[in-house]
């Protein structure tokens, strides 16, 4: 792996991380049986939006790192028909401007119910197809390594992944400075429980994924087989490292799911953020080994 390629690492972690945001405020306004209090729900539709924009500029900011003349980026747009890098960028465009206008109608409290809802189930829709159309730009027939079923599960879970632990710190920041959300503490809790054992969950398959992708590959043999052994080679270390990060992560997932939260609410909350570096650091060496591991194949 090239050092031209980490800004791509950080470019598709962080525009997955806003989609996921996009996903969980989605998930806290209509789905009524979470039984998420309104003074808690209000006060959420107010914080994420302020998260995903500059989530998004960081992004935007990796991917001009990743090229040589950042001033002809505009020239992939010219081939949405034939391109997935073309529709990917479009796709992202879409969802930048939708969270910008949710975050500008939050800000300057404005628009409709209605009209929000719109906002947050387009920008949803756009985000679960930008992750699609960024997955596909990698499944490329001549890189096997990248061109497998686990590339777009892997992305489609980081993002869930990072929506449900921001949206369970922000939660948990939301109970502790607003009275009126404190006073459905024990509904609050049981969302969090929830959170915990859907983020351990996620982890897990996330981490299975990764394993059976590796035996998949091993087992195809030729350019898959030699791709894997040759990331091996280079990084002996970085997948048993990204591993027992994830197990780290998988176990405090599980204690914050189970303690109860009235009681210790700042160990509760470093619980969260603990969990939140150990999966940041779990995907970010995934990410990683994902483009270490390019071979090509044919032309």
Not at 263 to 284: D, W
Request: some cysteine; aromatic content about 10%.
């Amino acid at each position: 792996m090239t050092r031209n390629e980490w800004p791509l690492v950080f470019f598709t972690l962080l525009i997955q991380m806003a989609v996921g945001i996009m996903l969980a405020l989605t998930m806290v306004t209509f789905i009524d049986q979470l039984n998420i209090p309104q003074d808690a729900q209000d006060s959420i539709r107010i914080t994420l939006p302020r998260v995903i924009l500059p989530i998004l500029i960081l992004g935007v900011i990796s991917a001009s790192l990743h090229l040589t003349r950042p001033g002809n980026a505009r020239l992939a747009m010219t081939n949405l028909k034939q391109s997935w890098l073309s529709r990917e960028m479009l796709l992202g465009i879409m969802f930048g401007l939708l969270s910008s206008t949710l975050w500008l109608f939050q800000l300057l409290e404005i628009g409709s119910p209605a009209m929000v809802g719109i906002l947050l189930w387009a920008g949803t829709l756009s985000g679960i197809l930008l992750l699609y159309g960024m997955s596909r730009i990698y499944m490329l027939r001549t890189v096997p390594s990248w061109n497998t079923w686990a590339t777009p599960i892997s992305f489609i879970i980081t993002a869930m992944l990072f929506g449900a632990l921001i949206l369970s710190f922000a939660m948990g920041i939301t109970v502790q400075t607003d009275s009126n959300a404190a006073s459905s503490l024990v509904e609050v809790e049981e969302f969090l429980h929830l959170m915990g054992w859907g983020s351990a969950i996620l982890l897990s398959v996330q981490l299975l994924v990764a394993f059976l992708r590796d035996r998949y590959l091993i087992w195809k043999g030729g350019v898959s087989r030699e791709s894997i052994q040759l990331r091996k080679q280079r990084y002996p270390r970085l997948g048993l490292l990204r591993t027992i990060f994830g197990l780290l992560a998988i176990g405090l997932c599980t204690l914050f799911a189970l303690q109860p939260y009235s009681s210790t609410t700042f160990i509760f909350q470093g619980v969260i953020a603990s969990t939140f570096l150990l999966v940041l650091a779990s995907e970010t060496i995934g990410r990683f080994l994902f483009y270490a591991s390019f071979k090509r194949h044919g032309l």
